[in-house]
């Protein structure tokens, strides 16, 4: 059983987002990282490019897998998670504690069309 | 097929059927091929070695003058030897690697000879030939720029080449802008003009080019790197051992026909691509690339790695459909450069480039051909003449003599390798200027 | 010589040299006139070996290697049948090695013949009208045949035509080509047999469609039995079909693509015309058209003259360029001794017993193994590993076991229809002995697999190396003598 935090909010593609202020900061779920198996590669947007709800940002890269990165929101990329460059294995790690991205976001309401955390529950015992 | 009726009777019982035609029962009879091939009846290997050996009179094997980017290069009979054991030519994809490790080891090899001619980090096992190489680096550019999908390409790259690359970007849907060319080489200032509008991903630049001269290019990566764009070479492998390298010109990316690395003519193939590239560019490298491990007693061993960038983890996420590589001739690539080394390849550099000056300076001597350009040149060079050269060239025929390309307005292409001697560059003058 | 480890790199001694050129003797300044700054300035780190060390390392490399010539190869969709030797050694002959790709047409004459008796050759045995040679692999055919279907749409001014319907178990070439070529993929969803689900089909098939890839028997081997009903219904629709030559062999002699009413296929010549796969490659894709899509094949093409010579031509429709020249001409000439060998007669057994063979198997093993697909198979088929699930023996390890009793593995975890998936290709030209001998391997596996299931878990035990460590290799990527030894500083 992978771990899903309550205060949080998900992307039926298994992204995360922490919504403080208008920065959303984001990685992916537990459950996503157990799919992937041992990850090997986080392929990161740049700071200061602008992503767009639902739509790539990036991948995560396992030996035998690989797997888009979807947004789960709009808007500005203003810091990216160096760590993951040289550690990628830090997503197996903890996927919560190791986000990926911090997005400046512009439109605060598009977090309401994501899953809260039951939500999310239910559609990874699917 | 080594199946006896005994065979075939016992693995039907086995089966379950009467007949093998039982087991297209599926298949709907309307499209059962029911009628006769129209191909000949079978052939021995006498009468089929004959037949070959007649198609074979039907050819001529030429002394050549002709390149356009490929060379009559020479390669040591060991290559060939090497390359006849089946244990390499009968295998498939090392995706078993405990199995595979002969195939993986020489691909390992050949990354690092080619990452030593390119002199940039990473080399891929390789690609079907130069021509699609460009389109992929072409789309290795956009795809690392992200957002742009413009990138200017030099009139001075092969015509053949950039055929091949139009092609790709036409279907693919990339805005190609080839850059004009002045005095035989690359129009820097529209280059940078080219830049300044902007949406440019990288640009793709050849060395040496299809007049065979050496392109400056100081300068140059500056001013692609200032507008944020990659710098890819387009470069004839052989003559890197002498030539300053794609890495020394600041260039990002590197691509082109490994086929003169001493491989057979063969009419055009199969020789390979190759591509090597810059850390920044390597998770949009296509193609497989095989990589260093341990194995689960610490042994050193080789392994494909990066596979999560491929078609068959990707599918129409990756940034190119290659499936396979010219593996064998990666193979043929990696014996001819152990065998030369260091010191050969130079060596056959400096030969064919002395053997095709001595052509230029006969030429020019002869009074019937004159300069076309003033550029320094290796092993390949245009020149001028009033000649009908179409006339020359069928009369060289004659004398088992291939001459040299005819481009448009009078004029030639010739070129010089290691193989031709001082005695067939005199008579190859002698048989042009006599009247 | 399997303890044998050396890089080449690693038995360089400087002065050392495996070559000899003749002596310059043209007294030009000619290389010396180059300046300075346009040459390099270190030389390149290229080994220094001798004749003999270079021939010792790499015999013992290849001693390293598995392939058909070593032993029994049944791996799925890749179709690895024995390679007549005969034809390596005609691909050899000086007389077509020495032609240069741009030398005068009059002097190549023979070598147009056979890519013109070859194109002509397959065409018929595809049942289609025109076939160009030159695309250099299987993906390449499938990129070139996608642009020709897209050029065929363009050229009657129907721009929009871009949707190309993938089954969700094809090659994944197949969307990867689309993407290439400019197309939109969309999926087609698979009944639980593997073939395509009709109904799923229908709404899909709207004025967008350029056409369908299929391949025909499917990615689990078999037959798709209503390829007429969707050769219909997609050409009603206005889209063209495309027939992925994957899977064309257990058809060889018995069944023509174009009689199905497929539009474009590719051919891979190293699957079903024996050509050596290379540990890779060179391959050879020819793609073959229906008349009505012949002026966009690619250029250049080989036409014949009235007084019996050849010529290259360029057509004015076609859609470009997509190889230097026309393409792996010595692949093209193994492919043509090869169906001058078989001839009329025997090619049509091809197919036959190619399908015989799987089906053996396939029978013979599935007490032990799980067939999730009943009923006869052509060319391959695919267990969804063991039967007894209760050994937690995957199909990894038993890929891996196999390698430990000679046998090359099956493909495994393709098609992605099942878990355990562990796809079997024999060919034809495998005996009833040998199939036998992997059928007794394949049962003993089985019972290892409940009886000591730690000797297959952490297979292979027996080869020149074991299990490696992919994950460090992808994560710290290592790709150059340079780099290593870099990393072990």
Known sequence: ?126 | MPHTDEDIRKMLDKIGVETIDDLYSDVPSEVIFKGEYDIPSSMSEIELRKHFEDLGKKNQSLVIFAGGGVYDHYAPSVVNHLLQRSEFYTAYTPYQPEISQGTLQYIFEYQSMISELTGLESTNASMYDGATAAAEVMFMMVASSKKRNKVLISSTISERVLNVVMTYAKFHGVDVTVLPEKDGVTDIESMEAALKEGDVAGVLLPTPNKYGIIEDYSGVAEKIHGAKGYFGIYADPSTLAVLRTPAEWGADVACGDGQTLGMPLTFGGPYLGFISCAKSMLRKMPGRVVGVTKDADGKRAFVLTLQAREQHIRREKATSNICSNQSLMALYATIYLSLLGKKGLEEVNILSCDGAHYLYKLLMDSGKFTAVFDKPFLKEFVVNTSLDMEAVNAKLLKHGIQGGIILEDGKVEFAVTEKRTKEEIEKLVKLMVEE | ?489
């Not at chain 1, 790690?93 to 997005?103: L, R, S, T, Y």
């Not at chain 3, 002596?23 to 001798?50: M, W």
């Not at chain 3, 400019?182 to 969803?189: A, F, H, I, N, R």
């Open chain 1, 1 to 126: 059983m992978s771990k899903i935090l309550d205060d949080l909010r998900y992307a039926d593609s298994h992204e995360w987002v922490k919504l403080e202020g208008d920065i959303a900061t984001i990685g992916i779920t537990d459950y996503a990282q157990h799919a992937l198996g041992n990850i090997v590669y986080v392929d990161m947007p740049e700071v200061g490019d602008e992503v767009t709800q639902g739509e790539d940002f990036g991948a995560v890269e396992s030996v035998k897998a690989a797997s888009d990165l979807i947004s789960p929101v709009s808007g500005e990329v203003v810091e990216i998670n160096e760590a993951l460059e040289d550690e990628p294995e830090l997503v197996n790690q903890d996927a919560f504690a190791n986000w990926i991205m911090k997005v400046k976001v512009s439109d605060p309401s598009e977090i309401e069309s994501l899953l809260d955390a039951a939500a999310y529950a239910k559609i990874c015992e699917e």
């Open chain 3, 1 to 489: 010589m399997k303890t044998y480890d050396k890089l080449i790199f690693e038995l360089s001694r400087p002065g050392r040299k495996g070559y000899s050129l003749p002596e310059d003797n043209y007294n030009t300044n000619g290389f010396d006139s180059i300046p300075k700054d346009l040459l390099r300035k270190d030389e390149a780190s290229l080994p220094e070996v001798g004749e003999l060390e270079v021939v010792r390392h790499y015999t013992n490399l290849s001693n390293k290697n598995f392939g058909v010539d070593t032993g029994f190869y049944p791996l799925g969709s890749c179709t690895m049948k024995y390679n007549p030797k005969i034809n390596e050694e005609l691909s050899s002959l000086p007389s077509f090695t020495t032609l240069h790709p741009l030398q005068d047409e009059s002097t190549v004459q023979g070598a147009l013949e056979l890519y013109w008796n070859l194109q002509n050759m397959l065409s018929n045995l595809a049942g289609l009208a025109e076939f160009t040679l030159n695309p250099y692999a299987g993906a390449h055919g499938e990129l070139t045949g996608l642009m020709v279907m897209r050029q065929y749409h363009i050229s009657r001014g129907d721009h929009k035509r871009k949707k190309v319907i993938v089954p969700d178990t094809a090659h994944g070439t197949n969307p990867a080509s689309a993407m290439v070529a400019g197309l939109e993929v969309v999926e087609v969803k698979s009944k639980p047999n593997g073939s395509i689900d009709v109904e799923d089909l229908k709404p899909l098939l709207d004025d967008t469609v350029a056409g369908i890839m299929m391949t025909n028997p499917n990615t689990v081997g078999m037959f798709e039995t209503e390829i007429l009903e969707i050769a219909d219904l997609v050409h009603r629709a206005g889209g063209l079909l495309y027939y992925d030559g994957a899977n064309l062999n257990p058809l060889l002699g018995k069944v023509r693509p174009g009689d199905m009413g497929f539009d474009i296929m590719h051919i891979n010549l190293h699957k079903t015309f024996s050509t050596p796969h290379g540990g890779g490659g060179p391959g050879s894709g020819p793609v073959g058209v229906a008349s009505h899509l012949v002026n966009f094949l690619p250029n250049p093409k080989v036409v014949k003259n009235e007084d019996g010579t050849f010529s290259i031509t360029n057509g004015e429709e076609s859609l470009g360029n997509i190889s230097t020249f026309m393409g792996n001409f010595g692949v093209m000439m193994k492919a043509y001794a090869y169906i001058l060998t078989l001839g009329k007669e025997n090619i049509k057994k091809v197919g036959p017993l190619a399908t015989l063979n799987a089906n053996y198997i396939k029978e013979s093993l599935k007490d032990d193994y799980l067939l999730p697909i009943e009923g006869v198979c052509k060319h391959e088929f695919v267990f969804d590993g063991l039967k007894d699930k209760s050994t937690g023996v995957t199909t990894l390890n038993i890929a891996k076991r196999l390698l430990d009793y000679g046998f090359h593995a099956p493909t495994i975890y393709f098609p992605l229809l099942f878990h355990e998936s562990m796809m079997i290709e024999p060919t034809e030209t495998e005996s009833k002995e040998t199939l036998d001998d992997f059928i007794e391997v394949m049962h003993k596996v089985a019972k290892e697999a409940k009886e000591n299931p730690d000797d297959v878990k952490n297979a292979p035990l027996t080869t020149i190396v074991r299990k490696l460590d992919e994950t460090t290799a992808a994560k710290n990527p290592i790709l150059s003598y340079k780099a290593l030894k870099e990393a072990v500083k």
